[in-house]
Each structure stands twice: as C-alpha cells, then as structure tokens.
C-alpha cells in the first residue's frame, strides 16, 4: 500500500547509526513552556498582525486567540525558538515543532483554517533554527521533528451517546487534513514526522496514509515516529487497543519508532512500554509527563523525580528514544539525558 521504493531521506541512515550508539533524547513540553511566559491575546496576535512566510493577513478578530499555541510561529517565533533551543541545550537531539494542532480541523476553533500551510512551514522552520543555533555552539546535530497532534476529533467512536454509529470527522477528513499539515512540515525542512498522542488508531492511520502521500510528492520517505498514549488504568487507548494492537496496527508503516507519551507518569506508563518494546520490530520511545497533575493542573514531579523512573527505563532496556511530555522543563530533559547516559539502548528484535 505503500511506497518504500522511494529512496530514504538521508537522516534516516544518520539516525538509526546514532541510535545504535546511544539512547536519543526528545525535547520536552512546549506548552509547559509557553505558559510560563504568561503572555496575553495581544501577544498571541501581535496587536492583530498575524504574517505567514507568504506574508498573509490571517487573523479573524471575532475569534480569540489566546491559548493557540501554535500559532506563536508566526507571531512570536524569537519565544519559541529559544525554549527550543534551551531544551536542545539541555540535551535533547530531536526538537519537535510547535505544530501540535496545525490541522484545519484544529485550527477550526481558531478560525485559522487558511493559515495551516503557513503554520507548518514556519513552524519547521523555527525548529530549524533553534536546532542549527544549537549545534553551532556545540558540534552535536539536532533533528527536527514536525508534530502531528491527533486533532480534535475521532474517527472511530460517536461523540453522540444517543447515536452511537455517528461520527464527527471519517478518515478521508483526516487524511485531508494531515495531509496539508505534512506537506507544510516537510516544506518547512523537518528531518521527520512524528504522529504523536494517539488516542485513535485510525486517527493514525489517516495520518500514516496522508504521510506516504506527501513523501510520494517530493519523492523521499522521511523517518516516521508514531507514539500512542494510554489514557487510563485499562492499559488500552481511548479507542480501546491494547499496546500490543496498536504495536500490530502501524508496524505495516515501518516507524522508525513507536511508543507512548503523554497522559501517564513514568511510574504509570512503564509496564505498558515494557509491552510494546516486546512486541515491536522498531526501536521504541518514550516521553511520559512530569506525573500525574495536581488539583490545580499542574504537574509537581522535579527533574530528579522523573528522571530517576526513566532510568529505570533505560537500565531494563525498553527504550532506544526517551524524553519529555506535559510539565517537563529543560530541567527536566537535562536530567533524562544524564540518567540513561550510561545505558545502552534497546536491542531491536527482528
């Protein structure tokens, strides 16, 4: 179904040679980050002047923008270039961009459907940038990831519990959308795509699918990072696959990883990537959050906390990719990468 006779991009040889050598570190929360910064709807939009690199006029007045994270790239990209060039400082050698929710689905609730190509590009591009200041400064490369969040919706399960078989978004939607996301990413220069927080597989497909298309358009296979998230004690996605089923579900795509993030501690995420690193014929990643939140939303586990469990991680050999979701700080993958420094990384079975 798809093509891998496309030729590989050349950071897929460049990374695999890395990850045989050591564990890779994944920045940490971007939106920890901008939090901290406390800024206001006039700093979301930059009095209203929002410019794409087409140096288009996207904003909708009757639609706050407070709270849009990603559109930062375009009205306050100094700010996120340099909390990603803190964390890639800290140790991080992948940086993600900052394009959690640049789908038109997403951006829907911002009235910002038209800017999704603009926000894709720049967001790769700022990521570039951070990473490029990085590596000036101390030899290492850096990768850039571009982010594709789950969206918003879900193809598999009725938002409607009076009408169980309807369905807000179907997989052509996503596919569509993804689709136009991806092909910002890779215009804007990222190394790879990452599919990230997965709660329904089919979401995933959809974006694994929209990704063989736009890789079939420049005529190369960027590496493909795929990370699920387990929402709850059940030790299953939302849309009710277990580790091993999600594992089964995207192998076909040939990822360069696969793992989980998001929603769990380390403590609480552990037995399930211990699952998927069983079972999987990828290298493995991992990314939990800073524990789980308080009453308040915030997330009180320190670098030492955190680190200390991916550790263990690292010392059991499950993962070959370990970094930071909500509530980690510089700090935080600072500590990670000093942790697992001294273990090898996951042997990948055949």
């Given at each position: 179904m798809f093509d891998f006779s496309l030729p590989a991009s050349p950071t897929q040889e460049t990374l695999q040679a890395l990850a045989k050598e050591r564990i890779l570190i994944l920045d940490g929360a971007m939106g920890t980050m901008i939090q901290?910064?406390?800024?206001t709807e006039e700093d979301f939009t930059a009095q209203g002047h929002i410019h794409g690199p087409g140096c288009r006029h996207?904003?909708?007045?009757?639609?706050?923008?407070q709270g849009n994270n990603d559109l930062l790239v375009l009205t306050q990209p100094k700010a996120v270039e340099d909390i990603q060039f803190e964390f890639a400082r800290a140790g991080a050698d992948i940086l993600e961009t900052n394009t959690f929710s640049s789908?038109?689905?997403?951006?829907?609730?911002?009235?910002?459907?038209?800017a999704v190509h603009d926000l894709n590009v720049a967001g790769?591009?700022?990521?570039?940038?951070a990473a490029d200041r990085a590596t000036a400064e101390d030899g290492k490369p850096r990768f850039v990831a571009g982010s594709v969040g789950p969206t918003n919706?879900?193809?598999?399960?009725s938002p409607d519990v009076n009408d169980p078989g309807y369905r807000a978004v179907s997989f052509d939607d996503l596919r569509i959308a993804y689709g136009e996301q991806i092909d910002g990413l890779i215009a804007g220069g990222s190394d790879l795509i990452l599919i990230e927080t997965i709660f329904d597989t089919l979401n995933a497909k959809a974006a694994i699918f929209a990704a063989f298309e736009s890789f079939a358009k420049v005529?190369?296979?960027?590496?493909?990072?795929?990370?699920?998230?387990?929402?709850?004690?059940?030790?299953r996605t939302l849309s009710g696959q277990t580790p091993t089923a999600f594992w089964h579900s995207v192998a076909h795509a040939r990822p360069f990883t696969v793992g989980l993030n998001c929603a769990l501690g380390a403590a609480s995420m552990r037995p399930h990537m211990a699952e998927i690193a069983g079972v999987a014929t990828s290298l493995t990643c991992a990314y939990p959050n800073a524990g789980l939140p308080n009453a308040f939303g915030q997330y009180d586990e320190t670098p030492e906390q955190t680190a200390a469990q991916v550790e263990e991680f690292a010392r059991d050999g499950i993962v070959n990719v370990v970094g930071g979701c909500c509530g980690t700080t510089p700090d935080h993958i600072r500590a990670m990468a000093d942790a697992v420094a001294p273990f090898a990384p996951r042997k990948v079975s055949a």
């Open positions: 901290k910064l406390n800024m996207h904003y909708h007045p009757d639609h706050p923008q789908t038109t689905i997403a951006q829907a609730d911002y009235g910002l459907e038209d790769a591009q700022v990521a570039r940038r919706r879900t193809a598999s399960i005529g190369r296979r960027l590496p493909i990072m795929i990370s699920g998230t387990i929402t709850d004690a059940s030790g």
